[in-house]
């Protein structure tokens, strides 16, 4: 190895560190270059002893695994892989039979620490499109595993969740769940749509993890389409900002899920300038949009007459 011609210059004590600082970085270059354990044994020296040794003890288990989507474990392969059946996630059994059950010498989720138990899963699942920002979604960061949300034994629910989706979601979301409450609301609780219609719960590249663009108005347009657009005459705030601007996403004491009690309060805040003459204020039920209907845009007027 070449070492600079200034390394000469330096105190014994310093080029001492710098030499073991280089074999250290040696030492790691050839453990990163060592070939993986064979396939049929972990570091630990267990193997793989088939689902059926699995079976004898754990028949409930495997009996929920064939009624469920990971059945697909027990095939002989996995994308081009050997497939192992329950040690497929649960890791090489031979210690842990040999250990009369010793759970200590297996994989078991819900002992395991919350990013060992997130990445033994996202081994299959990343190759998922719905699943695959899972390592970058909010629940990761805040401690929400894969096993916080579905059981794989023991639940026979969509997905294999631990809970109908909307009492899930509220078991955290107890801020939401409050504006579900309120006298116009999206009707999640009526179930006639669901938290992952807007959301994904596995992460996404947007803030909420929405499914949609920032501004949230394709997951809007999903079933508000006459809105959408595009219009030949635009209204400014809402093709610049979103739906927000003017509606909450879960629930509002206000009609149409509005921010304010009453529509000439929310526009009067951009619309400072409105000539009193036409224009009464304090009319009862003097809405904007008696007259100016069209407000999400229009494709006929350009101040939104119908």
Known sequence: MNYPRTLGRLPVAALAVILLCLSSL?????????????????????QFVGSDTCKNCHDD??????????????????????????ESCHGPGSLHVDGNGDKTKIFVFNA?????????????HEANPEQREFMRSTHNENGITCTSCHSVHHSKREHQLIKEQTQLCFSCHVEQRADFQK????????????CS???????????????????QDMVCFKCHSDKRGPFVFEHEPIKGEGCQTCHTPHG????????????????LQCHTTIPTGPHP????????????MSIHGSNIDPIFFK
């Open 26 to 46: 040696l030492q790691a270059d050839d453990k990163a270059k060592a070939p993986p354990p064979n396939a049929n044994q972990t570091a630990s020296g267990a």
């Open 61 to 86: 288990q495997f009996k929920s695994i064939e009624a469920s989507p990971h059945y697909r474990t027990n095939l002989q392969k996995i994308r081009g892989e050997q497939a192992h059946g329950c």
């Open 112 to 124: 395991a620490r919350p990013e060992e138990a997130t990445k033994r899963c996202m081994a299959c």
């Open 183 to 194: 006298p116009f609301h999206h009707r999640v609780e009526e179930g006639l749509i669901k």
């Open 197 to 215: 219609d807007c959301h994904n719960a596995h992460g996404a590249l947007r803030d909420r993890q929405l499914r949609s663009t920032a501004d």
């Open 252 to 267: 509002s004491p206000y009609p149409r899920m509005l921010l304010t009690a009453r529509t000439n309060s929310l526009c």
């Open 281 to 292: 204020q304090n009319a009862f039920r003097q809405d904007c949009i008696l007259c100016h």
